[in-house]
């Protein structure tokens, strides 16, 4: 069983930064596009920012300019390096890799 653990969440106050950082197994880090999603309460998972094999990424529009996903090919782990942090940033932070999702971190962006 693939497992994928998040680390990084905590308490940021607004314009603030944080870094979150999920480690993956070798054979999921090195073959599949990695993911960080959220989830709001009320609302749906939502795709945050991916990065493929290749290193090409992709990120929401909500969170371009401010959030950045990077990999790091020696620890297997995949970070997302989040600035400018807003009140609507707080959810739940998930990674997922393949078909395995970690099991969450939370971020609370408040004053």
């Known amino acids: 069983q693939e497992q994928l653990v998040e680390s990084g969440g905590g308490l940021v106050q607004p314009g603030g930064s944080l870094r979150l950082s999920c480690a993956a197994s070798r054979y999921i880090f090195s073959t599949y596009t990695m993911q960080w999603y959220r989830q709001a309460p009320g609302k749906q998972r939502e795709l945050v920012a991916e990065i493929g094999t290749s290193g090409s990424t992709n990120y929401a529009d909500s969170v371009k300019g401010r959030f950045t996903i990077s990999r790091d090919t020696i620890e297997n782990t995949v970070d997302l390096q989040m600035s400018g942090l807003k009140p609507e940033d707080t959810a739940v932070y998930y990674c997922?890799?393949?078909?395995?999702w970690g099991q969450g971190t939370q971020v609370i962006v408040s004053s």
């Open positions: 997922k890799g393949a078909l395995f």
